[in-house]
T-cell receptor, first 112, second 111 residues
Framework: DAGITQSPRHKVTETGTPVTLRCHQTENHRYMYWYRQDPGHGLRLIHYSYGVKDTDKGEVSDGYSVSRSKTEDFLLTLESATSSQTSVYFC???????????FGEGSRLTVL | SQELEQSPQSLIVQEGKNLTINCTSSKTLYGLYWYKQKYGEGLIFLMMLQKGGEEKSHEKITAKLDEKKQQSSLHITASQPSHAGIYLCGADYSGNTPLVFGKGTRLSVIA
């Protein structure tokens, strides 16, 4: 199994509070992704990174920011959480865009 | 409009029966990936298809990509309870951009 860990795995927070989710990999893969999974919408890309300090937006990036200061860590930040950001968040890694993704176990976020 | 459509949305089959899940793209695919997700867990990579007409098998699961590279099917032979979960297809449209996923097909296998 690919070495990916997400933290926290579960979080309940209140509207307006900042939240940071962490993705840590031990595979030294260049690409890292954040997806969110919602009923009726499937899996949608939030942001991705193609190297240290190199990031780009995905389909649903509004309200989210990311940072990658080290190869192994990719942080997803919700500056001011809203109820619409209640979701399950998945981190994924890959060696390149044309190689398979390896997914973390997911982080379930509830915004009250 | 949705670029990638999966059908059916959900499927209930009796153990031992065969089944097929489809993934249709509105644009030509550079590559197509199949993943399986057990309830409450992350996604597990199953297979990747890149060539028109390509077919790959792993245990009792076979995936095909049509010649036009716009449709893929996932076929499970003699389904077992261990096949239950959500199957997602992921589309690679250029070889240089992140995967776009379908909404998934929820499979239940009953005894």
């Amino acid at each position: 199994d690919a070495g990916i860990t997400q933290s926290p795995r579960h979080k309940v927070t209140e509207t307006g509070t900042p939240v940071t989710l962490r993705c840590h990999q031990t595979e030294n893969h260049r690409y890292m992704y954040w997806y969110r999974q919602d009923p009726g919408h499937g899996l949608r890309l939030i942001h991705y990174s193609y190297g240290v300090k190199d990031t780009d937006k995905g389909e649903v990036s509004d309200g989210y920011s990311v940072s990658r200061s080290k190869t192994e860590d990719f942080l997803l930040t919700l500056e001011s959480a809203t109820s619409s950001q209640t979701s399950v968040y998945f981190c994924a890694i890959s060696e390149s865009h044309i190689r398979e993704l390896f997914f973390g176990e997911g982080s379930r976020l509830t915004v009250l | 409009s949705q670029e990638l459509e999966q059908s059916p949305q959900s499927l209930i089959v009796q153990e031992g029966k065969n089944l097929t899940i489809n993934c249709t793209s509105s644009k030509t695919l550079y590559g197509l990936y199949w993943y399986k997700q057990k309830y409450g867990e992350g996604l597990i990579f199953l297979m990747m298809l890149q060539k028109g007409g390509e077919e790959k098998s792993h245990e009792k699961i076979t995936a095909k990509l049509d010649e036009k590279k716009q449709q893929s099917s996932l076929h499970i032979t003699a389904s077992q309870p261990s096949h239950a979960g959500i199957y997602l297809c992921g589309a690679d449209y250029s070889g240089n951009t992140p995967l776009v996923f379908g909404k998934g097909t929820r499979l239940s296998v009953i005894a």
